[in-house]
């Protein structure tokens, strides 16, 4: 292996990718089996963790375990935590990725059904999600969480003022909980800018290029959220805890 092989090396590890069935997440999830992790796929959708568990171990040959869950719903998430440890024994890397972001005409048709539901995906259940790890995390000896944020929680727009405060929570929590977990646990933030997923199938910008206002000119493709999840993945991060880290192509 050369040096870059040995400083991103996940072998012998274990990462749970909450939402990671597709979008960046999925992303996520394939590349930490690419660098030698097996995984673990959550999403509400079981099928869908089912079928990109398999196409994961058929491309890496490391084990992806699917698992059902709603991440916004503390019930669900005992079961989560003790099926990997059954399974695996421990957990060295959490990525709370899961989040939603639904559409609106105006702030007056946000009803409080759905405001709280954005806040139990995006933000209570990360935090009942990091507790339950970061414990064991800590009585093992070490680990990785990892908060995927959003550009949206420093520059909000009207169109999702939900989300985007329920992100800046989670910007605040990390910092939080590095202290709470270290000196053994990292908590890092991840902040994604606008990447073209599936998800921004449904953005509406009008006409033109939207992010010309961007250093770089343009949404981000999926793949390129990797380098920046892989560094807090690994000990390349060593040092690293309590930070945000931007990949937004450059916000305005």
């Known amino acids: 292996m050369g040096y870059a092989d040995t400083l991103f090396d ?11 069935s597709r979008g960046l997440g999925r992303e996520m999830a394939m590349a930490a089996a690419r660098c ?8 509400r959708k079981f099928d869908t963790c089912v079928a990109t ?3 994961i171990e058929a491309e890496t040959g490391c084990t992806a375990m699917p698992y059902g869950v709603h991440v916004g719903r503390w019930d669900e998430l005992d079961g989560l935590v003790e099926a990997v440890y059954d399974r695996f024994g421990k957990l060295d890397v959490l990525v709370n990725n899961a ?6 005409d105006k702030l007056t048709d946000v009803s409080e059904k759905l405001f709280d539901a954005v806040v139990n995906l995006n933000l209570k259940g990360p935090f009942r999600l990091s507790a339950l790890v970061g414990e064991r995390m800590v009585a093992d000896g070490g680990g990785v969480i990892i908060n995927v944020s959003t550009h949206g929680s420093l520059r909000p727009h009207p169109s999702f003022i939900p989300y985007a405060a329920s992100k800046a929570g989670l910007n605040a929590m990390t910092e939080g909980l590095a ?5 053994t646990v990292r908590v890092n933030t991840l902040m ?29 493709d999926p793949h390129e959220i990797v380098g920046a999840a892989v560094f807090l993945m690994s000990d390349a991060s060593s040092f690293t805890t309590g930070s945000i880290l931007r990949a937004d192509g450059g916000i305005p």
């Open 10 to 20: 996940l072998t012998g590890r274990v990462v749970l990718v909450t939402g990671g």
């Open 36 to 43: 030698g992790a097996d995984v673990v796929i959550a999403s």
């Open 53 to 55: 568990a398999k196409e």
């Open 99 to 104: 989040g939603m972001s639904p559409t609106y």
């Open 179 to 183: 202290a709470a977990f270290g000196p």
């Open 192 to 220: 994604p800018g606008p990447f073209l997923t599936d998800i921004s199938k449904a953005w509406n910008f009008g006409e033109g290029n939207p992010f010309k206002a961007h250093a770089l000119g343009r949404a981000g």
